[in-house]
């Protein structure tokens, strides 16, 4: 009886913790999903991809650059705000190393109660380790050197490696179930992702397809969406960037409630500048002073729509003792976010259960 009653007060004092640092409306948006292409030049995919639709509805930046011309790097760069040279898919020459072993923005994410998850095109699911699916070079569309959750080492083999890393699937049911998260990786496969020598044909069906999904998406989730391209294809070190072409210039659109529409940004940004509006949007801290702590957040973002909704909801107050703990811009409770927040986290849920079965132990 002891036990079961410290059970239960341990399992309260745990929601309760949960409940006290629950997330916060952001600056800018309540979510952000990445999209991330691969190895095209400004000029090309400009040429090529008939985006100009999405593009028309957000901003265009005419003068964004990825980091790295290996493009794992790129991916973590924008996962922990610092070029790590040592990350890389391997060769004759050179291991493999495709482990995160430090901390990224997904752990400051989820320990304020933020909810977090990559929707990966043709990835089996199931925390898959291996390096591509098929597990065969000549039949592959997922590799997971584009795959930036998976390689966080300490996720391997665990349930947050299952249930954070998702198939593309998952991202239609998540829009169905008005379930998005506030930070998620959109990863199409290797012949969406633009990066298979065909590069357009095979991803402009895909983009026409899926585009229309994504701009419905973003007004329905309050959500920021940024679709970019990891590195420029031409690299000065190899060959020269011709044609006009700029040696990591990337084609960068961003669309949602946020995001002025039919504009360009002509201000000079890079992956980083990512993480820097993830971490401005949320009051986070930059992850590395040279990285996302040197670089600019997106400063022509408009203000949260949905801040401004919450000064004009009409839900009644003292219905929800939770929703008049707050009242600060910036950290305005509503409706929603209460809702929210009474979701235990993952970790609440896990620790929550873990106290279940030792109580039940102890019984
Ligand atoms: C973007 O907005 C225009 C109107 O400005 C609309 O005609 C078009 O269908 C939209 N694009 C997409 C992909 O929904
Ligand atoms: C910050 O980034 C630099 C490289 O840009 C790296 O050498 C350093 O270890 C990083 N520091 C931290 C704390 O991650
Ligand atoms: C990276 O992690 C994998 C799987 O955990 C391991 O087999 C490999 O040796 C690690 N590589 C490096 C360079 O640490
Ligand atoms: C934005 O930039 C693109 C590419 O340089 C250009 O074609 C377009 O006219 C620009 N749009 C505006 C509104 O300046
Ligand atoms: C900060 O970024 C600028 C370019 O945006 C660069 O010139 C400068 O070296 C960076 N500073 C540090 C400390 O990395
Ligand atoms: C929110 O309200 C403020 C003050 O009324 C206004 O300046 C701002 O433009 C509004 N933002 C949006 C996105 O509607």
Redesign the pocket.
């Given at each position: 009886m002891v036990s079961v009653k410290f059970g239960l007060i341990a399992l309260s004092i745990v929601l309760q913790s949960t409940l006290s640092q629950a997330k916060v409306k952001g600056k800018w948006f309540d979510s952000i999903g990445i999209i991330m292409s691969e190895n095209e030049d400004f000029l090309v995919t400009m040429a090529q991809q008939p985006f100009i639709d999405l593009a028309s509805n957000g901003t265009l930046a005419t003068n964004y650059f990825g980091l790295s011309h290996v493009s794992e790097q790129n991916y973590v760069a924008i996962l922990a705000g610092w070029l790590d040279s040592d990350i890389y898919r391997g060769d004759s020459g050179t291991?493999?190393?495709?482990?995160i072993t430090y901390p990224t923005i997904l752990d400051q994410l989820l320990a304020q109660g933020y909810t977090v998850k990559q929707y990966t095109e043709s990835y089996p699911g199931g925390c898959y380790l291996a390096d591509m699916y098929p597990d065969d070079p000549n039949t592959a569309l997922y590799y997971k050197r584009h795959s930036p959750f998976n390689m966080i080492?300490k996720w391997?083999g665990t349930p947050l490696c299952e249930s954070l890393i998702g198939t593309y699937d998952d991202f239609a049911a998540d829009v169905a179930n008005n379930n998005l998260p506030n930070y998620f990786w959109i990863i199409p496969n290797d012949l969406h992702n633009t990066h298979s020598a065909d590069t357009f044909v095979d991803a402009n069906p895909w983009t026409a397809a899926e585009g229309p999904k994504w701009l419905t998406a973003a007004k329905q989730a309050d959500a920021l969406f940024i679709n970019t391209w990891d590195e420029s294809r031409c690299d000065n070190n190899k060959y020269p960037c011709d044609g006009g072409k700029i040696d990591q210039l990337v084609a960068t659109i961003m669309w949602g409630p946020m995001v002025p529409k039919g504009q360009n940004t002509t201000k000079r940004w890079d992956h980083y500048s990512v993480a820097r509006t993830v971490e401005e949007n949320w009051g986070l801290t930059p992850l590395n002073s040279t990285g996302d702590g040197n670089a600019t957040a997106f400063d022509f973002l408009l203000s949260n729509p949905s801040l401004n909704a919450s000064t004009t909801s009409s839900t009644p107050m003292g219905a929800s003792g939770a929703s008049a703990s707050s009242s600060s811009a910036g950290s305005a409770s509503t409706a929603k976010s209460s809702a929210l927040a009474i979701k235990p986290t993952v970790f609440g849920a896990t620790i929550a259960i873990s106290l279940l079965s030792l109580s039940a132990i102890f019984l």
């Amino acid at each position: 009886m002891v036990s079961v009653k410290f059970g239960l007060i341990a399992l309260s004092i745990v929601l309760q913790s949960t409940l006290s640092q629950a997330k916060v409306k952001g600056k800018w948006f309540d979510s952000i999903g990445i999209i991330m292409s691969e190895n095209e030049d400004f000029l090309v995919t400009m040429a090529q991809q008939p985006f100009i639709d999405l593009a028309s509805n957000g901003t265009l930046a005419t003068n964004y650059f990825g980091l790295s011309h290996v493009s794992e790097q790129n991916y973590v760069a924008i996962l922990a705000g610092w070029l790590d040279s040592d990350i890389y898919r391997g060769d004759s020459g050179t291991p493999a190393n495709l482990n995160i072993t430090y901390p990224t923005i997904l752990d400051q994410l989820l320990a304020q109660g933020y909810t977090v998850k990559q929707y990966t095109e043709s990835y089996p699911g199931g925390c898959y380790l291996a390096d591509m699916y098929p597990d065969d070079p000549n039949t592959a569309l997922y590799y997971k050197r584009h795959s930036p959750f998976n390689m966080i080492s300490k996720w391997r083999g665990t349930p947050l490696c299952e249930s954070l890393i998702g198939t593309y699937d998952d991202f239609a049911a998540d829009v169905a179930n008005n379930n998005l998260p506030n930070y998620f990786w959109i990863i199409p496969n290797d012949l969406h992702n633009t990066h298979s020598a065909d590069t357009f044909v095979d991803a402009n069906p895909w983009t026409a397809a899926e585009g229309p999904k994504w701009l419905t998406a973003a007004k329905q989730a309050d959500a920021l969406f940024i679709n970019t391209w990891d590195e420029s294809r031409c690299d000065n070190n190899k060959y020269p960037c011709d044609g006009g072409k700029i040696d990591q210039l990337v084609a960068t659109i961003m669309w949602g409630p946020m995001v002025p529409k039919g504009q360009n940004t002509t201000k000079r940004w890079d992956h980083y500048s990512v993480a820097r509006t993830v971490e401005e949007n949320w009051g986070l801290t930059p992850l590395n002073s040279t990285g996302d702590g040197n670089a600019t957040a997106f400063d022509f973002l408009l203000s949260n729509p949905s801040l401004n909704a919450s000064t004009t909801s009409s839900t009644p107050m003292g219905a929800s003792g939770a929703s008049a703990s707050s009242s600060s811009a910036g950290s305005a409770s509503t409706a929603k976010s209460s809702a929210l927040a009474i979701k235990p986290t993952v970790f609440g849920a896990t620790i929550a259960i873990s106290l279940l079965s030792l109580s039940a132990i102890f019984l």
